[in-house]
């Protein structure tokens, strides 16, 4: 994705150093944005949500869009997964790791 | 729900369950092979609709058919996804596994839903997979092996088009055939998703690479930030326009159909009890429950259609974030925006909330959104107490108490909400919502839903109302005052002895005797409390009049604050049998409802007490 569309308080914020690389999440990726899942994260043992996510499909090496943001601030959004389309809310996309693609 | 030609269960001697993803068009496939041989009812004990049918193949075979509910997996993570895979495991408590599954999968959606068929060909029954939406994915220049795919799975393929009746005739006659032998599981611990991958690079062309061009248009509209909500508030006002507006008329022309009906029927009576209980209980009972149906089967074509189009969970996405601040997701928006109107239908609307503990939480704050048989007591209290008089030079003093009124009650139920979905982090309840791809309402299912709602609500829900005012008619008439007497008749009834009774229950909300009289018939329906004071003040009974000839002689009679009591009462309590009795139905829990009903009892009760005490300190009566 172009990260120069992106805002730089978003960023700063949500872009975590793991060593020396960049970890962008779902949850920051702007409208339109396309992105390849890199993983998914469990905020617990046996997160359920991370689970549910993999079972719709939020899997490693799939491609990702933003389709819409929620219409007061960015919470939820829709993400395009295939085939399919997911309304989330930010909590949940922030367990989704990206990989950005060009 | 049963149908007629349901009603007894016919001898079935094989019995299947529908398994499969939410969107997957299985309930439209069991509408297609059952018609309206359906039984509609909850799980035991769970806010999850059961629905069974029944058909025969054309060979005579006759087969039992469950609609298990939408699951993305037998991981379960819901009430209704619990259902489902306890029934798939032969788990569930009251409901037999079935000899056979038919796992409905999308053509449209392969990734999403070969995924949740492999998990079912690990459970070791025979499957049958019907491949839905075929007609579309060859649209979509989709190319299906099914014969490599078929081979690969281990279990046989159908391909159907559940939207309409040719369309499942293969199904019908695989089902006509051997059952398949159980499908050979995959080996323990293999990833579902590589296996979807492999399957779908082996046996399937998609030149489209996933893009539904009219789904991702009318998204870039239906959901934009502007637009999106500008539609949705459009189509809400048209929705409930027409429900009110529409609604109006029929409510209207069978609510004097009714009358006359009563009065034809009823003439050659002479007066006495057997008339007043057809005219009063039996009558008026199923006249209460008869002039609902309109609005609730215009609401539900609208709620229907919206669900069918996929629109309803755009809606949801849209208004997501406003019902986050209660707690709850968009999807109870629109039972609680119908529960304006009346309770009833806003109570069956919130089947189309899939979670069950929002579901629940719906149905519960529901009777606490101002329904429209409020309003006749709110009119009169606020006729006789309220000064009419102007507030900052436009506002009229009555409307802002009125509108007040309704904020009040808006705000506890957002509160009350609030207070009933605390203790679980909003992490663990998450959105997850799919968006399906639009899609054309289909007639027949709306017709079948439509029908469905309006024989479970007569049928299951009349009679409870029926009887219910039966039994407030005969406490409101028995025993019957001496000959001669003074006063009202009802003050001689039980209902009076109670009101008297009840009075020192209420004194300390400031209610009089005849307030608490007054409640007892109102609990058939809101508005009757205004003709039951009419009846206990004895001044003439007749509805039109009543609030009229009342309006000067309460405000005479009452203190302010015992009318600022009644009215904040009438904001809380549940005062409204045939409410109860949907909740009972929607619930299946009688425990839910006395919970409800102690809740909303217990908050009327606080509101009218501070709202006296208040209200007495103010103006400065002892």
């Known amino acids: 994705m172009r990260l120069s569309r992106m805002k730089v308080g978003a960023i700063s914020r949500r872009h975590i150093h793991r060593g020396t690389e960049l970890m962008l999440y779902l949850d920051t990726l702007p409208k339109g944005g396309h992105a390849v899942i890199e993983k998914i994260e469990q905020r617990a043992p046996l997160d359920p949500i991370a689970t549910r996510l993999g079972e719709l499909g939020f899997v490693p090496g799939e491609a990702v869009q933003v389709v819409a943001t929620g219409p007061m601030g960015r919470d939820p959004i829709a993400v395009r997964l295939g085939t399919s389309r997911f309304a989330l809310r930010r909590g949940e996309a922030a367990r989704v790791g990206l990989r950005a693609v060009s | 729900m049963s149908s007629t030609a349901s009603a007894q269960t016919p001898a079935s001697n094989l019995h299947i369950a529908l398994v499969g993803n939410p969107n997957c068009g299985k309930t439209s496939l069991f509408n297609q092979l059952t018609g309206s041989r359906q039984k509609v009812a909850n799980y035991a004990g769970v806010t999850v609709e059961r629905k069974e049918g029944f058909f025969t193949t054309p060979n005579g075979r006759a087969i039992r058919v469950l609609d298990l509910p939408g699951a993305y997996s037998l991981d379960s993570t819901s009430p209704d996804e619990d259902v489902t895979r306890d029934v798939c495991l032969g788990r569930h408590p009251s409901e037999p596994q079935p000899q056979m599954l038919v796992a409905v999968i999308s053509a449209t959606n392969l990734r999403l839903h070969l995924r949740f068929l492999l998990e079912l060909k690990q459970l070791g029954l025979p499957v049958i997979v019907a491949l839905n939406m075929m007609d579309e994915a060859r649209r979509n220049g989709l190319k299906i092996d099914v014969a490599g795919l078929q081979a690969d799975l281990g279990m046989p393929i159908v391909p159907v088009v559940s939207l309409n009746r040719a369309g499942v005739i293969p199904l019908l006659q695989a089902l006509d055939l051997p059952l398949p032998a159980p499908p050979v599981p995959l080996p323990a611990g293999i990833d579902f998703h590589m296996e979807v991958r492999r399957l779908l690079a082996a046996y399937v062309v998609d030149p489209s690479t996933g893009k539904d061009r009219l789904t991702d248009r009318l998204d870039r509209v239906f959901l934009h930030p502007v637009w999106g909500p500008v539609i949705l508030l459009v189509v809400l006002f048209i929705m409930f326009q027409t429900v009110f507006a529409w609604a109006q008329p029929l409510m209207d022309g069978l609510d004097s159909g009714i009358s006359t009906f009563g009065q034809i029927v009823l003439k050659p009576l002479p007066d006495g009890i057997l008339h007043s209980l057809l005219a009063d209980g039996v009558i008026a009972g199923a006249g209460t429950v008869i002039v609902f149906l309109p609005q609730i089967l215009i609401l539900f074509l609208w709620i229907l259609a919206l669900e069918e189009s996929g629109y309803l969970p755009r809606a949801a996405f849209l208004l997501d974030r406003l019902m986050a601040l209660a707690g709850l997701s968009g999807r109870s928006f629109i039972p609680l925006l119908s529960s304006f109107a009346c309770a009833i239908p806003g109570i069956m609307a919130a089947r189309t909330i899939q979670n069950p503990r929002d579901r629940l939480v719906t149905i519960l704050i529901a009777p606490l959104m101002t329904c429209s048989a409020r309003l006749p007591v709110y009119t009169l209290l606020i006729g006789a107490f309220v000064p009419h008089r102007t507030v900052l030079g436009i506002f009229g003093l009555q409307g802002l108490v009125l509108f007040g009124l309704y904020a009040v ?40 839903g439509l029908w469905q709602r309006a024989v479970m609500f007569l049928s299951r829900v009349g009679t409870i109302i029926v009887s219910l005012n039966v039994l407030l008619w005969a406490l409101s008439s028995f025993p019957l005052p001496p000959a001669g007497a003074p006063g009202a008749a009802i003050d001689y009834s039980l209902a009076g002895r109670i009101g008297h009774v009840m009075q020192w229950v209420f004194a300390p909300i400031g209610f009089n005797w005849q307030i608490c009289v007054s409640l007892i018939p109102g609990l058939a329906a809101r508005e009757v409390a205004v003709s039951a004071l009419a009846t206990v003040y004895a001044i003439g009974a007749t509805d039109d009049g009543a609030a009229d000839k009342l309006l000067p002689l309460l405000s005479t009679q009452w203190s302010m604050a015992t009318a600022f009591s009644l009215l904040a009462w009438y904001v809380y309590a549940p005062q409204c049998i045939s409410t109860l009795a949907v909740m009972r139905r929607e619930t299946g829990s009688i425990k839910t409802v006395l919970w409800a009903a102690a809740y909303l009892f217990g908050l009327a009760y606080l509101a009218a007490f501070l709202t006296y005490h208040i209200t007495r300190a103010i103006t400065g009566v002892p």
Not at chain 2, 424 to 432: A, F, G, I, M, T
């Open chain 2, 409 to 448: 009650a808006i705000v506890s139920g957002v509160i009350a909400a609030r207070v009933m979905t605390r203790g679980v982090k909003s992490e663990e309840h998450p959105l997850l919502l799919e968006l399906p791809p639009y899609r054309r309402p289909n007639l027949k299912s709306l017709a079948l």
